[in-house]
């Protein structure tokens, strides 16, 4: 029987792959999710970076000399893997947030149900949104564009030159700030609308004194609420489509400033 001889350099390669590809691929909805079996993410982050191994270039890769220096480079590989699934994070977070704000503007706030991937509860409209995202996400293939994204970013930041800069942070808190952006564009119809029927309901109860106007508004903002929120479901998905497409310009940006760049 032929031995099968693997050169320590190849395997520290392969960790550093994994280091970075489980990192993404274990902090990006939905894998992140809690029913989803841990057993069944390993297995995928270990599969997907089994198949990118042979497109990452080794020309440059110097074997560390030491368990510190491995460590420490393992360690910036997880850094920046995390750091690229709390953006998309941030994105989904977005949309579930105007859920969020448009739910409770029509009243369905206290109306909770369980989200399967944090085991909390959220309002419905909430859950409604992140499913959409994601399917809009799946449907548009953006998850490809994302595993492409992966592999050339080890053309960018090599294998033991991942590192966090001020620069990098910056740009996670420019997608913090346009998290609460995205909640208040996808949730505007539902709150501008409700908004003027609150000043309607108002003018009517000054007019007509005798008139139960919360009895009356409760059912009304529902009806509403939930007829706009039919209504902008087109324009929604067209802004969750663009948000999806240019979060690859974001994701190299975030890699770039990682590698140290402008």
Do not use: W
Not at 10 to 15: K, S, T, W
Not at 63 to 86: A, K, N, R, Y
Not at 102 to 111: D, E, P, R, V, Y
Not at 164 to 173: Q, W
Request: hydrophobic share 60%; net charge neutral; with cysteine.
């Amino acid at each position: 029987m032929t031995p099968i001889s693997i050169p320590l350099a190849q395997i520290e390669m392969f960790l550093m792959v994994f280091a970075r590809v489980g990192a993404l691929l274990l902090t990006i909805p939905p894998f992140e999710s809690r029913n989803i079996p841990t057993l069944f993410k390993i297995g995928l982050a270990v599969s997907v970076s089994v198949l990118l191994f042979p497109l990452v270039p080794t020309g440059g890769f110097r074997m560390p000399e030491d368990i510190l220096s491995f460590g420490l480079g393992v360690v910036g590989e997880v850094t920046l893997g995390i750091l690229v699934g709390l953006m998309i994070q941030l994105f989904f977070a977005g949309i579930q947030l105007g859920g969020q704000l448009a739910g409770f503007q029509i009243g369905l706030a206290i109306a909770n149900v369980m989200d399967p991937a944090r085991g909390i509860q959220i309002p419905i409209l909430s859950q409604f949104n992140q499913l959409l995202a994601i399917l809009i996400f799946i449907t548009i293939n953006a998850h490809h564009g994302f595993v492409r994204a992966v592999v050339e970013s080890f053309h960018v930041v090599p294998p033991m030159q991942a590192a966090v800069t001020p620069a990098s942070i910056e740009l996670l808190l420019e997608f913090a700030g346009r998290m609460f952006l995205i909640a208040i564009k996808v949730g505007a119809p539902v709150i501008v609308a409700l908004i003027l029927t609150s000043v309607v309901l108002g003018l009517m109860a000054r007019t007509v004194p005798h008139m139960q106007v919360f009895i009356v508004g409760i059912p009304l903002k529902i009806i509403i609420g939930l007829l706009f929120v039919g209504f902008s479901l087109p324009y929604l998905a067209a802004f969750i489509t663009q948000i999806a497409q240019r979060s690859h310009v974001d994701f190299y940006r975030l890699i770039i400033l990682c590698a140290g760049g402008p």
